[in-house]
């Protein structure tokens, strides 16, 4: 039998060598891969409305997002002084409306057409004047035909994307419709099943040929979810297959420590806390306990955001460790974290009469040759530093636990490069990043996950606000006022400046200011990025003894500070800041039960538009994201005090490539699933793969053969493949 799904598109009806090229440009090559470039959406006539049932829906309060279709009769370009706005008018059967731009009135001028008919959703509003109007709607462009055939037939469309290259051919959305059209019917039945067929019967999977076709051209909302379903079940299945194998090839190489616990001292530490650890504080430090108790390595991931109190769990976990006679190390990402642990700690096992030893850089030589001395020797357990710790030749005695505090981007690597340092040490990787569940699924998916989702009982979400420049005189009011009841504040500025003596420069202009003007009342203290540790370490407990009302920062204070009583949090030039820096730095205030603020500041007009802008997270088109991602990420911040949910915001403006690095992390790049909201497909795929890769971990029985075959073909250049074949 020939093999047609490997020919050339261009033996397609209406294709040719020259429409071939293009669809090559964009990685079609053979009628394989075009019947593999599925509709990004889909038309679906059930929720269409006419113009008369959606003024209707808006007098009955309705408020949600409609989509109608209708036909182009007028466009208007309307200049206001500087702005422009972008008028279309529509018709449909029952009437007229209008679909309004008030920003790349450009762009859109050139996409409609007078007699061109379009479907249009967005949330509708009535004009002063009564007109049923669209603002900034989402909408997608239908042939005369196809429209009216819809409305008769109740087809659902499909809607491919098309790129500048298929446009330049010529290729619009009609004409790709009616070639895609055509391959599905003449070859879609000629693809081979990639899934074996014990889980496509077991999870009541569609089979591969009718999800292909219903991919294209759904017979019905039912079907072509049937068809969804399969598609991205099949996607993580595959993934999770890998993440298994890892798994499995790590465990067969590795036998740890079972631990005792001894509860006298655990208890005394307890009793000493000045709170209660929470629900989930406990509930983590149970599952900790479980992996320290048992022979396997402890490889476990501890999100919790900003604040909810993941220190305590660590050291909780080291003094199990290191009442077993074994040593335990915390890494701290900066220095001067790695120090405000030290002195916390000591300070809190001092009644256990336990030593904790610090390895940082600026210390004396002499210091340094003692402690590396102890800790060879194992007269130090509980050992607290940076990276250092792991990438020199510190030589430990007898390691049994690493714990790497606030770690944004660890890869495999590294984690591997600790494994092998250790006998076998436990690891717990401890990280704030809010990372959404599913992604720590596949970015730490051979970790086991626990989540402290819950805050200490104490706190009050940060009260956030958004402020232009005009209003820094307020702002600068209100940290005088709070600062007469106690309340001490940071101020944050960006580093816009390239070079670090121009940026010092900066530092020290502002600062002068607002100890000249507006704060001269106050103590102000300044912290950059040029001073060494323990320079900024001293400013940091003169500030939390309170020496200072007011620490002017550049982002050293970021990550992991705390400071109970500095209540306030200032940013400046805000929208130079990520969404998850601004997270992080937010979660420096908020840390007691006092109610704390944050506010952003941006230049005036900013702060105006973002205050007003209003859309929904869950539906930003890519047009939105792309044009507005300053002024969302601010948005997102006024609307969101979780770190996860903010995460999701992130994850939508950058992807998950651009902010964990999808090499280094070893994150996949999914076609189908969408790693935010198929969190429990996820979760049934990768349940279904670790039971087959637990059963047959080389993947040699008959009935897994399809399992070898698709692994092989879709991810040959994984080393792991080469030792299950
Ligand atoms: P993070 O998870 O951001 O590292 P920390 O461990 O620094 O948070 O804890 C933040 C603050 O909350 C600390 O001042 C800590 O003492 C306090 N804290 C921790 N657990 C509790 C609790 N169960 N109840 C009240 N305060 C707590
Ligand atoms: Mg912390």
Same mark, same amino acid.
């Given at each position: 039998?020939?093999?047609?799904?490997?020919?050339?598109?261009?033996?397609?009806?209406?294709?040719?060598?020259?429409?071939?090229?293009?669809?090559?440009?964009?990685?079609?090559?053979?009628?394989?891969?075009?019947?593999?470039?599925?509709?990004?959406?889909?038309?679906?006539?059930?929720?269409?409305?006419?113009?008369?049932?959606?003024?209707?829906?808006?007098?009955?309060?309705?408020?949600?997002?409609?989509?109608?279709?209708?036909?182009?009769?007028?466009?208007?370009?309307?200049?206001?002084?500087?702005?422009?706005?972008?008028?279309?008018?529509?018709?449909?059967?029952?009437?007229?409306?209008?679909?309004?731009?008030?920003?790349?009135?450009?762009?859109?001028?050139?996409?409609?057409?007078?007699?061109?008919?379009?479907?249009?959703?967005?949330?509708?509003?009535?004009?002063?004047?009564?007109?049923?109007?669209?603002?900034?709607?989402?909408?997608?462009?239908?042939?005369?035909?196809?429209?009216?055939?819809?409305?008769?037939?109740?087809?659902?469309?499909?809607?491919?994307?098309?790129?500048?290259?298929?446009?330049?051919?010529?290729?619009?959305?009609?004409?790709?419709?009616?070639?895609?059209?055509?391959?599905?019917?003449?070859?879609?039945?000629?693809?081979?099943?990639?899934?074996?067929?014990?889980?496509?019967?077991?999870?009541?999977?569609?089979?591969?040929?009718?999800?292909?076709?219903?991919?294209?051209?759904?017979?019905?909302?039912?079907?072509?979810?049937?068809?969804?379903?399969?598609?991205?079940?099949?996607?993580?299945?595959?993934?999770?297959?890998?993440?298994?194998?890892?798994?499995?090839?790590?465990?067969?190489?590795?036998?740890?420590?079972?631990?005792?616990?001894?509860?006298?001292?655990?208890?005394?530490?307890?009793?000493?806390?000045?709170?209660?650890?929470?629900?989930?504080?406990?509930?983590?430090?149970?599952?900790?306990?479980?992996?320290?108790?048992?022979?396997?390595?402890?490889?476990?991931?501890?999100?919790?955001?900003?604040?909810?109190?993941?220190?305590? *769990?660590?050291?909780? =976990?080291? $003094? #199990?460790?290191?009442?077993?006679?074994?040593?335990?190390?915390? %890494?701290?990402? @900066?220095? +001067?974290?790695?120090?405000?642990?030290?002195?916390?700690?000591?300070?809190?096992?001092?009644?256990?009469?336990?030593?904790?030893?610090?390895?940082?850089?600026?210390?004396?030589?002499?210091?340094?040759?003692?402690?590396?001395?102890?800790?060879?020797?194992?007269?130090?357990?509980?050992?607290?530093?940076?990276?250092?710790?792991?990438?020199?030749?510190?030589?430990?005695?007898?390691?049994?636990?690493?714990?790497?505090?606030?770690?944004?981007?660890?890869? *495999?690597?590294?984690? =591997?490069? $600790? #494994?092998?340092?250790?006998?076998?040490?436990?690891?717990?990787? %401890?990280?704030? @990043?809010? +990372?959404?569940?599913?992604?720590?699924?596949?970015?730490?998916?051979?970790?086991?996950?626990?989540?402290?989702?819950?805050?200490?009982?104490?706190?009050?979400?940060?009260?956030?606000?958004?402020?232009?420049?005009?209003?820094?005189?307020?702002?600068?009011?209100?940290?005088?006022?709070?600062?007469?009841?106690?309340?001490?504040?940071?101020?944050?500025?960006?580093?816009?400046?390239?070079?670090?003596?121009?940026?010092?420069?900066?530092?020290?202009?502002?600062?002068?200011?607002?100890?000249?003007?507006?704060?001269?009342?106050?103590?102000?203290?300044?912290?950059?990025?040029?001073?060494?540790?323990?320079?900024?370490?001293?400013?940091?407990?003169?500030?939390?003894?309170?020496?200072?009302?007011?620490?002017?920062?550049?982002?050293?204070?970021?990550?992991?500070?705390?400071?109970?009583?500095?209540?306030?949090?200032?940013?400046?030039?805000?929208?130079?800041?990520?969404?998850?820096?601004?997270?992080?730095?937010?979660?420096?205030?908020?840390?007691?039960?006092?109610?704390?603020?944050?506010?952003?500041?941006?230049?005036?007009?900013?702060?105006?538009?973002?205050?007003?802008?209003?859309?929904?997270?869950?539906?930003?088109?890519?047009?939105?994201?792309?044009?507005?991602?300053?002024?969302?990420?601010?948005?997102?911040?006024?609307?969101?005090?979780?770190?996860?949910?903010?995460?999701?915001?992130?994850?939508?403006?950058?992807?998950?490539?651009?902010?964990?690095?999808?090499?280094?992390?070893?994150?996949?790049?999914?076609?189908?699933?969408?790693?935010?909201?198929?969190?429990?497909?996820?979760?049934?795929?990768?349940?279904?793969?670790?039971?087959?890769?637990?059963?047959?971990?080389?993947?040699?029985?008959?009935?897994?053969?399809?399992?070898?075959?698709?692994?092989?073909?879709?991810?040959?250049?994984?080393?792991?493949?080469?030792?299950?074949?």
């Amino acid at each position: 039998m020939p093999d047609y799904l490997s020919q050339s598109v261009q033996y397609l009806k209406s294709v040719g060598p020259k429409r071939a090229d293009s669809f090559a440009k964009i990685g079609i090559k053979t009628i394989k891969d075009l019947l593999l470039y599925f509709p990004t959406r889909y038309l679906d006539r059930s929720t269409i409305l006419s113009s008369i049932k959606i003024l209707q829906y808006i007098r009955d309060g309705y408020d949600g997002e409609v989509t109608i279709i209708g036909e182009v009769v007028a466009k208007d370009l309307i200049r206001y002084g500087k702005k422009q706005i972008y008028k279309v008018r529509m018709k449909d059967g029952g009437g007229y409306f209008e679909c309004v731009w008030f920003q790349g009135a450009k762009y859109f001028k050139e996409i409609f057409n007078q007699g061109e008919f379009y479907a249009v959703s967005a949330k509708p509003v009535l004009t002063k004047y009564g007109h049923l109007q669209f603002v900034h709607p989402d909408f997608d462009r239908l042939a005369e035909k196809e429209s009216k055939e819809f409305m008769h037939t109740g087809k659902i469309i499909p809607f491919y994307r098309v790129p500048k290259d298929l446009r330049a051919a010529n290729l619009g959305d009609f004409s790709l419709r009616r070639i895609i059209n055509n391959a599905v019917d003449n070859y879609s039945e000629k693809i081979q099943e990639t899934l074996p067929e014990h889980i496509v019967s077991q999870k009541k999977l569609l089979d591969l040929n009718s999800t292909i076709k219903n991919l294209h051209f759904p017979d019905s909302e039912d079907t072509l979810n049937t068809a969804r379903y399969r598609i991205k079940f099949e996607e993580l299945f595959y993934f999770e297959c890998m993440v298994a194998l890892r798994k499995a090839i790590i465990k067969k190489k590795r036998k740890g420590t079972a631990y005792k616990i001894h509860s006298e001292p655990l208890k005394i530490f307890l009793d000493s806390l000045p709170y209660q650890l929470t629900t989930a504080q406990l509930k983590v430090l149970s599952e900790i306990r479980k992996d320290l108790e048992s022979e396997e390595p402890m490889n476990r991931l501890l999100q919790g955001d900003v604040g909810s109190g993941k220190t305590i *769990v660590a050291l909780i =976990s080291m $003094l #199990i460790v290191i009442t077993n006679g074994f040593q335990a190390v915390l %890494m701290a990402p @900066t220095e +001067i974290l790695a120090d405000q642990h030290f002195k916390r700690l000591s300070k809190m096992l001092e009644p256990l009469g336990i030593n904790v030893s610090v390895l940082i850089g600026g210390q004396k030589k002499s210091e340094r040759t003692r402690i590396l001395n102890d800790i060879s020797t194992g007269s130090t357990k509980l050992i607290i530093g940076t990276h250092a710790l792991i990438e020199e030749n510190v030589e430990y005695d007898r390691l049994g636990l690493i714990i790497i505090d606030e770690q944004h981007r660890f890869g *495999v690597v590294q984690r =591997s490069k $600790l #494994i092998r340092k250790g006998i076998q040490p436990d690891v717990l990787v %401890m990280t704030a @990043t809010p +990372i959404p569940r599913t992604l720590s699924m596949t970015i730490y998916g051979d970790l086991d996950t626990s989540i402290i989702d819950e805050m200490p009982l104490n706190r009050k979400p940060v009260k956030t606000y958004l402020r232009g420049e005009n209003k820094l005189n307020d702002v600068y009011k209100f940290i005088v006022d709070k600062s007469k009841v106690g309340y001490q504040a940071f101020l944050v500025y960006p580093l816009v400046e390239e070079s670090e003596k121009l940026e010092l420069k900066a530092a020290e202009t502002y600062f002068n200011d607002l100890t000249e003007n507006h704060l001269k009342e106050l103590n102000v203290g300044l912290i950059h990025g040029r001073m060494s540790w323990q320079q900024k370490e001293n400013v940091m407990l003169d500030f939390a003894e309170k020496k200072y009302d007011v620490l002017v920062s550049t982002t050293v204070i970021e990550v992991g500070i705390d400071i109970p009583d500095a209540n306030i949090i200032i940013i400046n030039d805000a929208f130079r800041f990520g969404l998850s820096q601004l997270h992080q730095l937010r979660g420096r205030v908020g840390r007691s039960d006092k109610q704390a603020y944050c506010i952003l500041i941006t230049k005036n007009e900013f702060a105006v538009k973002t205050n007003q802008f209003n859309f929904r997270f869950d539906y930003l088109s890519e047009e939105q994201i792309e044009k507005n991602k300053s002024i969302i990420r601010l948005n997102a911040m006024l609307k969101y005090s979780s770190g996860f949910d903010l995460a999701e915001v992130d994850l939508k403006l950058r992807g998950p490539g651009d902010i964990f690095g999808t090499k280094q992390s070893g994150l996949p790049e999914l076609k189908y699933a969408d790693v935010v909201t198929d969190y429990n497909l996820l979760i049934e795929a990768r349940d279904t793969a670790f039971e087959i890769i637990l059963d047959d971990p080389s993947l040699s029985k008959e009935k897994n053969s399809v399992i070898k075959k698709n692994l092989k073909e879709n991810f040959s250049n994984n080393i792991l493949l080469s030792q299950i074949a």
